[in-house]
């Protein structure tokens, strides 16, 4: 009876010890995460950063300003525009209508929206290609970058002239080409198949179910306390920074929410949680779908296998703004990066998010 016994107690020993080297080797990878944020200082950063583990925040810190010209310091509540984070937004909302049997991901999108003016959408784009990057609609943010801030668009109508009448740029699902196009069509389907306008919609079944109060459509004209100004360097190009205002739209199912990094970890924690979408269509959602241009992409949210662990998320880039929600599943650790000051590549938000990660992939950080 004693030999059984003495095996379980050194089994037992030896999980202790491995789980006490496990924990240790945690531990010394998020302190060193925490010093290199600590170190960090404008201009090398300017924004605000976030990490979290089981839904417990771990660091929060804000560097740099929200208005260089009134000399105004970025807070860790300070309102950032997400850019491109929207997408996942739109995403949720669109999956919420398939949820509830409204939306079929299937079927051609003419089947819901019978007046779209491009019979080849109509025809054959489906819900799942428009999610996935795959319809073959174009970018038109890229195409109309420098006269977007300029024009008066509120409504989701307002950007048809765009992309609408344009042909597509290859066979729908035979490739991977983003397109804010297709998200745009994505809010057309939200707001025919729900009955309400594309805002308010997820005013009221996203942000709302997830705590979300300090998301917002903010109108160009708009002045809003603690909301950051955007500046650009024209992605490092210009040694001087400019205003960003000329390049910004109202948010849209594309892009441009203004939000702050709590409100973003509580948009994470709902949706990983099942409380926006059902568990099947969240772990689908953060399935790697398709090949993107680096890495692979579910719906609304980009699947990175390229690491020592899965990390799922999404980026956002614009002339003023660089961001990224990023959450690493082995660890459950999850990164939100906002700034408001873009750079050159593997400068500014690029360089942290890429040093966070090198650290929890075990690899030393790329000074």
Known sequence: MKKPIMRKSYYAL???????QLTFSQKEKKQTIFTYLNELAYPEFSGSILLAQKDSILFEKAYGYASLEYDVKN?????????????????????????????????PVGNYLPNYPNRTVRDSVTAYQLLTHTSGLNN?????????????????????PFFATKPL?????????????????????????SGLGYHQYLDKHVFEKAGMENTLAIPLDSIVKNKASGYTSYFG?????SKNDTFLEMANPAGFYYSNAKDLLK?????????????????????????????????GL????????????????????????????????????LSNVDT????????????????????????
């Not at 943010?141 to 307002?158: A, F, P, Y």
């Not at 190009?237 to 920074?241: A, P, V």
């Open 169 to 193: 740029l290859f066979s729908p699902g035979s490739k991977y080409a983003y397109s804010a196009s297709g998200y745009m069509v994505l809010g057309l389907l939200i707001e025919k198949l």
């Open 302 to 337: 980009s699947v990175d296998k390229r690491w020592n662990q899965t990390i799922v998320g999404h980026t956002g880039g614009w002339y003023g703004i660089q961001c990224e929600l990023m959450h690493f599943e082995d660890d459950e650790i999850t990164v939100i990066i």
């Open 237 to 241: 190009e210009s040694d001087k920074l």
């Open 267 to 299: 948009f994470f924690d709902a949706l990983k949680n099942y409380r926006l979408i059902s568990e099947p269509l969240t772990k689908t959602m953060m399935s790697p779908l398709v090949k993107g241009y680096y890495t692979n992409y579910g719906f």
């Open 140 to 160: 038109f943010l890229v195409d109309e970058s420098q006269n977007i801030g300029k024009l008066d668009l509120v409504d989701i109508k307002d950007y048809l």
């Open 75 to 107: 807070q860790v509540n300070t309102l950032f525009n997400t850019a491109s984070i929207t997408k996942t937004m739109t995403a949720v909302a669109a999956l919420q209508l398939v949820d509830k049997g409204l939306l079929d991901l299937e079927v």
């Open 14 to 20: 030896f999980l202790f010890i491995l789980i006490g």
């Open 344 to 367: 050159a590549e593997g400068e500014g938000m690029n360089k942290v998010s890429n040093s966070i990660k090198n650290v929890l992939a075990n690899k030393p950080i790329n000074n």
